[in-house]
T-cell receptor, first 113, second 113 residues
């Protein structure tokens, strides 16, 4: 089945630093999404990407849909303590008409004040 | 409320018992999804509904799992003869018409003892 490889698995950074994380797949996706999850909560949608090469921003967050349609990147600029959490990438292939999302295993971000 | 709601927030049950988990999607959203999240993992797709019908149930692990959405709004995930391996957080998501952005609820943490 489809799998997403998300890296790094965890990151420890200082407040104010920029962060980059990425997601790769062996198969093509038509949509990429990035979510953030806090302990005991459901994932919160950050950014959705629909076209290869697309670059989209949401405040300090910027995400890109890879040209090959097999990868995506998320950057966080000038990190703050509330950025702490687990970030998940998710892909949607629409294969067979299915709208299911396939998730990576997450990147756990720790921000030291 | 404006978001997806799930009840109960926590459920502890004994091995072999039957459980029902409920999801109230965002008002007006026609697509509804169930995912299961184990500790340290990303959510895994179970089933999705477009209106009242199950459009894709390929993620249901076995025939002990069943879900319904009789009126195209609220959905119930039903698990028969629970096993300890069913312990996980069960997440529900909804989407306005499908195809992309899925908004998650807080989840139900199921513990099978």
């Amino acid at each position: 089945g489809q799998q997403l490889n998300q890296s790094p698995q965890s990151m420890f950074i200082q407040e104010g630093e920029d962060v980059s994380m990425n997601c790769t797949s062996s198969s093509i996706f038509n949509t990429w999404l990035w979510y953030k999850q806090d302990p005991g909560e459901g994932p919160v949608l950050l950014i959705a990407l629909y076209k290869a090469g697309e670059l989209t921003s949401n405040g300090r967050l910027t995400a890109q849909f890879g040209i090959t349609r097999k990868d995506s990147f998320l950057n966080i600029s000038a990190s703050i303590p509330s950025d702490v959490g687990i970030y998940f990438c998710a892909g949607q292939s629409l294969q067979g008409g299915s709208e299911k999302l396939v998730f990576g295993k997450g990147t756990k971000l720790t921000v030291n004040p | 409320g404006a978001g997806v709601s799930q009840t109960p927030s926590n459920k502890v049950t004994e091995k072999g018992k039957y459980v029902e988990l409920r999801c109230d999607p965002i008002s007006g959203h026609t697509a509804l999804y169930w995912y299961r999240q184990s500790l340290g993992q990303g959510p895994e797709f179970l089933i999705y509904f477009q209106g009242t019908g199950a459009a894709d149930d390929s993620g249901l692990p076995n025939d002990r799992f069943f879900a319904v959405r009789p009126e195209g709004s609220v959905s119930t995930l039903k698990i028969q003869r629970t096993e300890r391996g069913d312990s996980a957080v069960y997440l529900c998501a909804s989407s306005l018409t499908g195809g992309g952005k899925q908004y998650f609820g807080p989840g139900t943490r199921l513990t099978v003892t």
